[in-house]
Each structure stands twice: as C-alpha cells, then as structure tokens.
C-alpha cells in the first residue's frame, strides 16, 4: 500500500508544489487539497503549506482557520492523523488551536530569507523518528512573522514534555522564545515549523536533503500503523 | 443598527517590533519626549439591533483578535 499524503491549496499557498513533490520524491502519493473541499479524499496525512493564505489578512492563517477543509483536518488531527504545518501552515495550525501559541512579526522586522541551521531535539513525533537526536539539519527559513510566542506555562508545558521537535541552531533568527522553530501537539502527531524541510530535499535543488527525513518519518508512521 | 468598536491591542508582555520601529523613528522626524509607541488594530463593524453584546464579545475573541498574543476590548458608539 502506498502512502497517500494531502496537500491543502489555499487561495495564496505558494509552496503546496514543492510539498507535493516532496512527498512524491519520498515514496508516498501526493494528493492535491483543495480548502474548499469538504472532505480529506482518503489521505492518510496532511500537509498544510507555506505561503500567504487569504493574503495574511488580520492575521496570518486567521482566516485559512475557518476554511472548509480545516473542518476535516481537525477532526482527523483528533484521531491522531499526522498533520504537518509548515511556515504559514504553522501558522494557520496555531490559530486552528491545533498547536498552542502563535507566530509574531520577526523582532528585527525583516523578512527573513535564508538557509537556517536547526536542532532535533524530539525524535519521537510521526515527522522526525528518521532524525537522530541532537543532529543539525540545514533547511530554508522564508518569513516576516515567524517569532514563536506562548504564555510562559504553555512554554514551560511544552519544554517539560518535550515538545519542542525543532529549534534554531545559532543566532535566533526571528526573535522566538527559547529558540523555537517546530513544536508537537501532545501525541507527536501534529508538527509545525517555520522553516521549509520541501525545499531541501535535494542537493541539487536546495542546501541539503535534511529536510526528507520528515516526509520519510510520516510515511514509516502510516506503513507501521 | 449600531457602530461598534472594537480595539485590538498586543499584550503587553508581547514583545511589539512595529511599535517600536515607530518610536524610533519619531526622534529622526524631530519629535521628542514619546517614550513608548505600542501598535494595534481598530475595528468599525455596522451591526443590527438583534446582536447583543454576548455575541460582540464572541466576534471579537473568536476572529478579530488572537487571544494567545492580543487584548480586546468592544464598545458601541452610539450614532
């Protein structure tokens, strides 16, 4: 059985592409989301893309939240379906109160466009079991609002279970508490991040192929189960 | 009908960048003494007379403001 991985496409999503194609290039079937859709057409796991959703009107990922297809993701994500959010798909798992917290505009307030060192520091969620612990791994970072913030007893729930999967190796880039690039919901299952594992799948294409082992570690999650 | 404000600030352990960049400009412009410039959002809705004020609140948490890193307030404006 081969995996079937949905990427969303919301009005404004840039990099649902490259996500297909990673997903591809690791093993599994893409298949197009639409944010319209009122189901999940049989996916086993999610991707939820970076780019501008709605044009970052109010806020980022404010209004991709009420989207008809974050009805299903949501109930999914109950049900412990790998989700994965990257940079404004992070962002719209936020404000979907899938993952707690929220992304600020970046403390020095520029864009932020570069390939970014980061740590693995839980191997254990559906998307980095292919890590080892500790490792660095080189991945774009592309945005102006990825500072991570939290009230400080969410930040220290997250930091005392572990859940902080990614954080920024070196000078912080954005200004986030404690350093945090990619956090887990509770059961491992749902990941969000700022950075972009879909372009760096590939050293001819991007920094590294660091970023594979995330797409590989969701697909050994859904052969296993 | 009604107009009803709604103001959205960041709270104030929310670190404000935007804010701040304003602050800082002020002094180049030639304008002394502000010493903290914090940056929000308003919001005008145009509402019946059937929305109370439950439901006012409710918009304002559930869509206008994020509640992890905003505070709210609401008030109506009378016409």
Redesign the interface.
């Known amino acids: 059985m081969t995996a079937k991985i949905g990427v969303i496409t919301f009005p404004g999503t840039l990099d649902d592409q490259d996500a297909a194609r990673a997903v591809k290039y690791a093993g599994a079937e893409a298949v197009s989301l639409w944010h319209a859709d009122a189901d999940l057409r049989g996916v086993d796991a999610v991707i939820v893309p970076g780019g501008f959703s709605y044009g970052d009107y109010?806020?980022c990922g404010?209004i991709a939240r009420?989207a008809p297809v974050m009805g299903p993701v949501i109930e999914a994500a109950a049900k412990g379906m790998p989700i994965l959010g990257i940079c404004n798909g992070f962002q719209i798992l936020?404000?979907a109160g899938l993952l707690?917290?929220?992304l600020?505009?970046?403390?020095?307030?520029h864009f932020v466009c570069r390939d970014q060192w980061l740590r693995v520091e839980n191997t254990t969620t559906a998307w980095s079991t292919r890590y080892d612990q500790g490792a660095e791994i080189l991945i774009p970072l592309k945005s102006g609002e990825g500072?991570y913030?939290?009230?400080p007893n969410t930040l220290a729930e997250l930091e005392g279970e572990g859940r902080v999967v990614f954080r920024y190796a070196g000078a912080n880039p954005n200004?986030s508490l404690n350093e945090i690039a990619g956090i887990t919901d509770a059961r491992g299952r749902v990941v969000g991040l700022m950075p972009h594992p879909e372009h760096a799948i590939d050293a001819l294409t991007g920094p590294s192929d660091d970023g594979l082992g995330m797409f590989l570690s969701a697909i050994d999650a859904l052969v296993k189960a | 009908m009604a107009r009803v404000v709604v103001d959205v600030m960041?709270k104030p352990e929310?670190?404000d960048?935007?804010g701040q960049?304003v602050a800082k400009a002020l002094p180049r412009l030639g304008f002394a003494g502000v010493t903290e410039v914090r940056q929000g959002k308003r919001f005008e809705l145009e509402v019946d007379d059937s929305v109370d004020d439950e439901t006012l609140t409710k918009i304002a948490a559930d869509?206008?403001a994020?509640t992890?890193?905003e505070d709210f307030t609401v008030r109506r404006i009378d016409a």
């Open positions: 109010l806020r404010a009420f936020c404000e707690p917290g929220a600020v505009r970046n403390s020095e307030l500072g913030v939290a009230e200004g | 960041p929310i670190l960048p935007q960049a869509l206008l994020n992890v890193i």
